[in-house]
């Protein structure tokens, strides 16, 4: 075992309310599998003479916090971040299906898949829910990468076989066939987890989707990954393809993928009915705030989402997300939280956008107690963070009065400097 000394951020599981020491101690050790887990946290003064025997590493001035899960990324969107766009379809037109296509090549798709892992450690990224593409060899690259790392990472082969250009367009019933084949391949194999993955509805045909929901029937503890009503165009296009739904969400429904695990982007233009079937079915939303404003796609309703009381998390979206930063991410959720001329405006404490980034990120995930947390049974992936990073960082913080203070000062001031160091609970097999 190893013991970590200096200040310490938790959170409490069924509140998501910050528990905060100065002088914290953590206490990291394996499991029966080999798996490193948190074995004890709280105040160093109540625990340390409990771990007298443990080697204990001192980190004065810094924090110990859990590692930020993300909701929902494109890990082949890497080299599309920062591409300039009227909108979202002409943006998947023009830059994504032609970045995309290129994943059929496994040495290409293996490259991408350790440049993005690389990147989401650096800023403090532990689990992520990503996207692959349509080719069987973009989900096989980034499951070997990711597994090479010990990391708990989800994704699964997009599935689109109409309204798509050749080079990323799939076969209905091949489409299916592979992705029962990935998800026996690879699901469940270390901290590998597998998620069927429509694109959205709009480039699945009826069996496509059908096919979908029976096999997330089948493997019920695999994940469901999609997105759902990001721009009104595409909010319209679906009304035009599946006229039978009360609503986009409720094609979802329809073909049985709406369930606990189900994740789904953005869910911006919704109404109340669509956030009761989102509660009443255990399915989650991924929040993009950077996605949704470069793209001009609208503004989540966190308001809605509270009040109704359903499962959401944030995600950054890269590619149409502009950055791996998780505190570039909170800081966009603060803004779109506030605005308060399209949707009932909402002033988020920085404690609530940090949980929702880490600890409401997994139980929105079904992986709550497992990661995003540091209570004992967590697995150990943790971050040390530097709240002197920068000059004007350090200059903040020092002032800071409040914990909400602290953390709203890394929020709007932080970005990857912060993040000193990323620690891996990898398990024995990783």
């Keep these: 075992m190893k013991a970590y000394r200096a200040a310490l951020l938790r959170f409490d599981d069924a ?3 910050p528990l905060y020491e100065q002088d914290g101690l953590l206490v990291i050790g394996p499991d029966a599998s080999g798996r490193q887990r948190v074995q004890d946290a709280g105040a160093y003064g109540a625990l340390a003479e409990r771990h007298r025997e443990v080697p204990v590493e001192h980190l004065p001035g810094r924090i110990l916090a859990p590692g930020f899960v993300d909701m929902h990324v494109h890990y082949p969107q ?3 971040i920062g591409a300039p766009a009227d909108g979202l379809l002409p943006w998947l037109e023009n ?14 798709a293996a490259g991408v898949a350790s440049f993005f892992l690389d990147e989401l450690l650096r800023n403090g990224v532990t689990s ?4 692959a593409t349509s080719h069987p060899a973009s989900v096989d690259a980034f499951f070997g990468e990711a597994r090479r790392r010990g990391l708990r990472m989800i994704t699964g082969k997009v599935l689109q076989d109409r309204h798509s250009p050749d080079g990323v367009r799939d076969d209905t019933e091949q489409s299916l066939l592979d992705t029962e084949a990935l998800i026996r391949r690879w699901h469940g194999v270390d901290r590998l987890g597998y998620a069927i993955t429509p694109r959205f509805a709009p480039t699945s045909t009826d ?23 990001e721009n009104k165009d595409e ?5 035009e393809l599946f006229p039978h739904a009360r609503s986009y969400l409720d094609v979802y429904r329809g073909f049985h993928l709406m369930r606990e695990r189900a994740v789904y982007a953005h869910c911006i233009h919704f109404d109340d009915d669509d956030r009761a079937l989102m509660r009443e079915t255990g399915a989650a939303t991924a929040v993009s705030p950077t996605s949704n404003l470069f793209l001009g796609s609208g503004f989540f309703d966190f308001e809605g989402a509270q009040r109704i009381g359903y499962h959401h998390g944030l995600a950054s979206d890269v590619g149409g997300g502009t950055s791996f930063s998780p505190f570039h991410t909170m800081l966009a959720a603060y803004y779109v939280g506030r605005e308060g001329q399209t949707k009932p405006g909402l002033s988020l404490a920085p404690s609530q956008l940090w949980w929702r980034h880490t600890g409401a990120a997994a139980q929105a995930l079904g992986l709550g107690g497992v990661i995003g947390n540091l209570q004992p049974g967590c697995e150990a992936d943790f971050l040390v963070l530097d709240p002197t990073a920068t000059p004007l960082l350090a200059r903040k913080t020092a002032q800071a009065a409040s914990l909400e203070e602290l953390l ?11 993040v000193q160091r990323t620690v891996i609970g990898q398990g024995a097999g990783g």
């Design 78 to 80: 890497v080299d599309v």
């Design 235 to 239: 909010v319209k296009w679906a009304r």
């Design 408 to 418: 709203f000062a890394l929020i709007v001031l932080g970005d990857d400097r912060v």
């Design 95 to 108: 830059y994504t299906f032609p970045a995309e296509s290129r994943f059929a090549d496994p040495a290409h």
């Design 128 to 131: 992520a829910l990503t996207f």
């Design 207 to 229: 069996r496509q989707l059908g096919g979908a929901g029976e096999l997330a029937q089948a493997f019920g503890d695999t994940w469901i990954h999609s997105h759902v009503s």
């Design 15 to 17: 509140t998501g309310q």
